[in-house]
């Protein structure tokens, strides 16, 4: 039997990480939307040092590096911009292309996803971290895309990810589903794909993320 302390000792843990993580992307994407303000239309590059804290065995601080370059593109058609990150063991990478013209008028989305983006990685990081409870990390592959969003490393990942998305826009989890499903229709082979992950984010959030608006 699972003691009620040991529950409770879990979920003030995962309070007090969630906590961090906020705090952190909150500070990090505040900065640079402050750099993207006064660079607006311009090409340039960021560069900082975020941290991940008390996620490791130890409950220490883990640096990593982070570099946004961005790129303006008036000729960039069929959306407002493109943000791709990825993440390796102490860095975030973050390429985005935007065309200027629509902003500020995309603000609010373009915020939301930064956030998003930079809370998918830094997961990313923290599991490379957390030696007594690694995930099992798989090679994408030759994988479908749906199949590589059903990867152990990534489903917690896009989830952290779309919830701070969800947050700042101040909408359901499942809306913020739905968003980026709506974003990558064309990436999926049929709808009964797109149901299959959807079916399985899901139960993954009610299950670690209890607390959340779904």
């Known amino acids: 039997m699972i003691s009620l302390l040991k529950i409770l000792r879990e979920e003030i843990e995962r309070e007090e990480e969630n906590v961090t993580y906020k705090r952190e ?14 660079k607006l239309g311009k090409r340039f590059k960021y560069e900082t040092t975020g941290q991940v804290q008390g996620v490791d065995d130890m409950g220490e601080e ?9 790129v303006p593109n008036k000729k960039l058609e069929g959306y407002p911009y493109s943000i791709e990150a990825w993440a390796m063991t102490d860095e975030v990478e973050m390429n985005i292309e935007y ?6 008028a995309a603000f609010n989305d373009f915020i939301a996803e930064v956030k998003e983006g ?70 999926f ?17 009610k299950k670690n993320l209890p607390k959340t608006k779904i």
Do not use: C
């Open 118 to 187: 930079l809370r998918h990685e830094m997961e990313h990081i923290a599991q490379r971290q957390k030696k007594s409870k690694r995930i099992t990390w798989v090679d994408r592959g030759d994988r479908s895309f749906y199949e590589y969003l059903l990867l152990p490393q990534e489903i917690p990942a896009y989830i952290r990810g779309l919830n701070t998305r969800a947050k700042t826009k101040r909408i359901t989890l499942s809306q913020a589903f739905e968003e980026y499903f709506n974003d990558y229709r064309d990436s």
């Open 99 to 104: 065309n200027p013209l629509v902003f500020p």
């Open 189 to 205: 082979e049929s709808e009964s794909e797109i149901e299959i992950v959807r079916k399985e984010w899901l139960r993954w959030a």
């Open 25 to 38: 992307v909150l500070n990090l994407s505040r900065d640079f939307i402050k750099q993207f303000n006064t």
């Open 62 to 70: 883990i640096p990593f590096e982070l570099t946004i370059r961005v």
